[in-house]
Each structure stands twice: as structure tokens, then as C-alpha cells.
Nanobody, 123 residues
């Protein structure tokens, strides 16, 4: 599976962005998908994850109520809608796939990673 993240950019605080992660491979629909982010000088951290069916979803407390993860298995794509963005959301955002369909915050469980897309939120 190859993952390609896109949709990052520069936005003012309070604004919105939608990230996309397009996956290659016929087995995408059976994988759980996650979003992680890494700010400068910080460890990579969990943002959100979704099961293959969309029936199980998890969010980091820092984004709950502002971000929404979703997926379209027909398009092999997972999305991250980010609203009410804050300067502290500034980071490189990565999508990842877990072939065991485990919705988890543990990045070591994810088998495939995209290249990352930069999100910058100005104050």
C-alpha cells in the first residue's frame, strides 16, 4: 500500500482545511487508517483513527470536536476535516494504514505511512 497525503497549507487561526490521503492497492478498504502529526522539535503524536467500516473512530483530546476523520473506500481515500484551527495545530500531518484494522493511537502498529503534508496556522 502506498499513501499520498495532500491538502495542507497556510491558514489563519479559526480557519479550516481538509486533508486527504489517497491509497493505492485493492486492500485499502480492509485497513484501519490514522492521522498523526509532528510539530517542529516535538515527537510525532496521534490525531485520529478510523476503522475500515468507519464504525470505530478515535480522536486525540486536543482535536476532539474540531477535527473529523472520514473515509471513502470507493475512492481509496481517507480525509481529515480540520475546523477552528489553532496555531498549535501547526505540524506536518501524516496518514498511516494498519492492515489489522486496529483503531489505535500507537504509531508502531501502523504498517504503511504517507510522506506528510505541512499545515501552518498563523495567529
Amino acid at each position: 500500500v502506498q499513501l499520498q497525503a495532500s491538502g495542507g497549507g497556510l491558514v489563519q487561526a479559526g480557519g479550516s482545511l481538509r486533508l486527504s490521503c489517497a491509497a493505492s492497492g485493492r486492500t485499502f478498504s480492509s485497513y484501519a487508517m490514522g492521522w498523526f502529526r509532528q510539530a517542529p522539535g516535538k515527537e510525532r503524536e496521534f490525531v485520529a483513527a478510523i476503522s475500515w467500516s468507519g464504525g470505530r473512530i478515535d480522536y486525540a483530546d486536543s482535536v476532539k470536536g474540531r477535527f473529523t476523520i472520514s473515509r471513502d473506500n470507493a475512492k481509496n481515500t481517507v480525509y481529515l476535516q480540520m475546523n477552528s484551527l489553532k496555531p498549535e495545530d501547526t505540524a506536518v500531518y501524516y496518514c498511516a494504514a494498519d492492515r489489522l484494522n486496529i483503531v489505535t493511537r500507537s504509531e508502531w502498529r501502523y504498517n504503511y505511512w504517507g510522506q506528510g503534508t505541512q499545515v501552518t496556522v498563523s495567529s
